[in-house]
């Protein structure tokens, strides 16, 4: 296989009048990867959440990341994963969750963004990014291949093919990704109907691609918390299908993300026996032999190493009303319902044993901005004390707003474990 990252750009001369592509040889701007800089971003570090909210008293908001239990389940990714491990950014861009991802041994970020493609270049510089939104615009594109070295790209149609051709001056050393959609029936979250050409109706877009391609791959999302580990064996079944009607051979096979953690009721099977179900479909497939393997983990890499501390502000039966919610980093409590561990902190004082289940009201003036739980706190919680919510490094303080003026951008690091594991470090 190429080296992804080769220099300088090439140049394809001709295209072949069957693929559909507009060869258009645009730009010459030499590619410049730019220098990391040292980040002015500082905070604090504390020994647990509980110190933390004992020194601090917080009256915002605040995101605890853990930068140990990152490091020890990307250790694990890394270990057990039959092929490369790319962190996909959108769950948790925050710089001390990508520095520690680099410094674990992540050499891999899947980006959606310029924005991310900026974040990664300099947090992780010596890292091989993949832009694997299957929509990107022009400048994006243009910006990602000759200023920050991104070769590889992801398309579900013959327009974003032209479009990334030619903006790249038809060069010689684009590795893309033909994005198909996948059943996403053992998923929490439906991912297949936005991104993804049918696998009936993608052998034109793979021959095309093929051409023009120095490495060609195919990639999928099985879905958001995916609870079977048979649905990449599923996934991978269909992509074997469609390389032996075809007959093109593929160089990098990217099965995506999909990786689970755990939250209260919603208990996946052992990560351990997702890496076996890839494991045997690599084995049941020769079309598969020789190709690069890829996977874009980020819920289950992060998920664990997050946590916000929110604060009571009032109490009506068994609603209570907190200063953080669906507008901030509680965004899948209310929209998709997610339950999240939770635990109460009274400083000083002694809280019941007896849990009852409450349900939280956010601090916009918004209705929407409700999350049903059921979350189990002491029956005797109250307006001032704090709550500590886990698994929230996926998907936490990075979907939060500033709607109504409520926002924080307060992040502490802890040195405790996680409320809850899927790698048996709680």
């Known amino acids: 296989m190429k080296n992804p990252n080769s220099e300088p750009p090439g140049r394809r001369a001709q295209v072949s009048k069957t693929s559909n592509v507009i060869p258009l040889l645009n730009s010459s701007?030499?590619?410049?990867?730019?220098?990391?800089?040292?980040?002015?971003?500082?905070?604090?570090?504390?020994?647990?959440?509980?110190?933390?909210?004992?020194?601090?008293?917080?009256?915002?908001?605040?995101?605890?990341?853990?930068?140990?239990?990152i490091a020890s389940t990307a250790k694990w990714f890394l270990k057990q994963f039959p092929g490369d491990v790319l962190y996909a950014v959108k769950t948790n861009p925050d710089p001390m969750a990508l520095s520690c991802l680099a410094r674990?041994?992540?050499?891999?970020?899947?980006?959606?963004?310029?924005?991310?493609v900026k974040l990664v270049a300099e947090y992780a510089p010596r890292a091989e990014m993949f832009f694997m939104h299957p929509v990107k615009s022009r400048e994006a594109i243009a910006s990602a291949y000759y200023e920050y070295g991104v070769r590889s790209f992801s398309l579900d149609t013959m327009d974003e093919l032209n479009k990334i051709l030619q903006v790249t001056g038809?060069?010689?050393?684009?590795?893309?990704?033909?994005?198909?959609?996948?059943?996403?029936?053992?998923?929490?979250?439906?991912?297949?109907?936005?991104?993804?050409?049918?696998?009936?109706?993608?052998?034109?877009?793979?021959?095309?691609?093929?051409?023009?391609?120095?490495?060609?791959?195919?990639?999928?999302h099985v879905g958001s918390q995916c609870m079977n580990p048979e649905a990449y064996s599923i996934a991978m079944d269909l992509v074997a299908e469609l390389l032996a009607q075809t007959g093109v051979k593929l160089d990098v096979l990217d099965i995506g993300g999909g990786f689970p953690s755990v939250y209260p009721g919603l208990t996946p099977p052992p990560l351990g026996d997702y890496m076996k179900a890839i494991r045997k479909?690599?084995?049941?497939?020769?079309?598969?032999?020789?190709?690069?393997?890829?996977?874009?983990?980020?819920?289950?890499?992060?998920?664990?190493?997050?946590?916000?501390?929110?604060?009571?502000?009032?109490?009506?039966g068994n609603m209570l009303y907190i200063n953080d919610?669906?507008?901030?980093?509680?965004?899948?409590?209310?929209?998709?319902?997610?339950?999240?561990?939770?635990?109460a902190l009274r400083p000083g004082g002694k809280l019941e044993d007896e849990m009852e289940a409450f349900s939280?009201?956010?601090?916009?003036?918004?209705?929407?901005?409700?999350?049903?739980?059921?979350?189990?706190?002491?029956?005797?919680?109250?307006?001032?004390?704090?709550?500590?919510?886990?698994?929230l490094g996926a998907y936490g303080a990075t979907m939060r707003t500033n709607f109504n003026g409520f926002s924080s951008d307060k992040v502490v690091e802890v040195g405790d474990k996680p409320m809850l594991s899927m790698f048996g470090i709680n």
């Not at 041994?105 to 310029?114: C, E, P, Q, R, W």
């Not at 060069?171 to 696998?199: E, T, W």
């Open 170 to 220: 038809c060069a010689q050393d684009l590795n893309l990704y033909v994005r198909l959609s996948i059943p996403n029936n053992h998923a929490a979250m439906s991912l297949c109907g936005k991104f993804g050409i049918a696998v009936t109706e993608a052998a034109e877009l793979l021959a095309a691609t093929r051409k023009v391609a120095a490495n060609l791959g195919v990639c999928f």
């Open 325 to 343: 919610g669906v507008y901030g980093s509680l965004f899948d409590a209310g929209t998709p319902g997610f339950v999240y561990p939770v635990r």
């Open 29 to 69: 701007l030499p590619q410049v990867r730019p220098q990391s800089r040292t980040s002015s971003r500082s905070s604090s570090r504390f020994a647990s959440v509980d110190q933390a909210v004992y020194a601090l008293r917080p009256d915002m908001p605040v995101y605890c990341l853990r930068p140990a239990t």
């Open 360 to 391: 939280f009201y956010g601090p916009t003036c918004d209705s929407l901005d409700a999350m049903r739980g059921p979350f189990h706190l002491p029956r005797d919680i109250k307006e001032g004390d704090w709550i500590e919510i886990g698994q």
């Open 104 to 116: 674990a041994g992540v050499k891999h970020f899947d980006v959606a963004s310029l924005a991310e």
């Open 281 to 316: 479909a690599l084995k049941d497939h020769p079309s598969f032999d020789g190709c690069r393997i890829i996977c874009e983990p980020g819920r289950a890499l992060v998920a664990e190493g997050g946590s916000t501390v929110v604060r009571v502000e009032l109490r009506k």
